[in-house]
């Protein structure tokens, strides 16, 4: 069974430009969670999609958005970027309720210059 | 505000070592808690899940237990081998939150295992 895979592997940016950060959850599972890792900072809680739809929302501020897709694929979208975004940006799925595991994928490494 | 604490920051052992990774959170109102471990530039991989009515998981040379009431949790590891270098990381479901599913992280203590 494949896990959950994301794209791409590294992303090089510059001030002010977008990002799109893709995710793959593993098959069966609606829902699919972002957090953000950034140095010093620890796992922050992002965004949560659950069948297609936004559920919730950590203390971001609004040009960081996605969306779910039908399959259930996901996509995280930066805006503006600022150098404090740079960051290992991680995807995570599970199957509904609330005492299913979340299980991650290898990340996205986006960096600003 | 819930709080996950991971002590000590960082670990190091020789090869066949029995060790305990200790978490403690604030809030005991919790879901479950969820260990994971993350190589260098890596994702999380999910070890083990405690739901709040359980005492303890177990999966090979791991072993999680859970004391709701104390707000702790601690990480076994038999027989530790230089392959278990890593940053184990524990992380809490608040029932405040549950219906958020947001996952609420601590700093994470770094493993190493000499051979």
């Known amino acids: 069974e494949a896990g959950v895979t994301q794209s791409p592997t590294h992303l090089i940016k510059t001030r002010g430009q977008q990002a799109t950060l893709r995710c793959s959850p593993i098959?069966?599972?609606?829902?699919v969670y972002w957090y953000q890792q950034a140095l010093g900072l620890g796992l922050q809680f992002l965004l949560w999609?659950?069948?297609?739809?936004?559920?919730n929302r950590g203390n971001f501020p609004p040009r960081f958005s996605g969306r779910q897709f039908p399959n259930y694929s996901s996509e995280l979208n930066v805006n503006a970027l600022e150098l404090e975004d740079s960051a290992l940006y991680l995807c995570?799925?599970?199957?509904?309720?609330?005492?299913?595991?979340?299980?991650f994928g290898d990340g996205t490494r986006l960096s600003i210059l | 505000k819930q709080e996950v604490t991971q002590i000590p920051a960082a670990l190091s052992v020789p090869e066949g070592e029995n060790l305990v990774l200790n978490c403690s959170f604030t809030d005991s109102a919790i879901y479950n808690l969820q260990w994971f471990r993350q190589d260098p530039g890596k994702g999380l991989t999910s070890l083990l899940l405690?739901?709040?009515?359980?005492r303890e998981q177990t999966s090979g040379r791991l072993n999680a237990s859970l004391d709701k009431s104390s707000g702790r949790s601690t990480l076994y590891i038999a027989a530790s081998q230089p392959g278990d270098s890593a940053t184990y990381l524990c992380?809490?479901?608040?029932?405040?939150?549950?219906?958020?599913?947001?996952?609420?992280f601590g700093s994470g203590t770094q493993l190493t295992v000499l051979p």
């Open positions: 999609y659950d069948e297609g739809e936004e559920r």
């Open positions: 405690i739901q709040s009515s359980q």
């Open positions: 098959s069966g599972h609606t829902s």
């Open positions: 992380a809490v479901l608040l029932i405040s939150s549950g219906s958020a599913r947001q996952l609420t």
């Open positions: 995570a799925s599970s199957l509904g309720g609330n005492n299913q595991p979340q299980h």
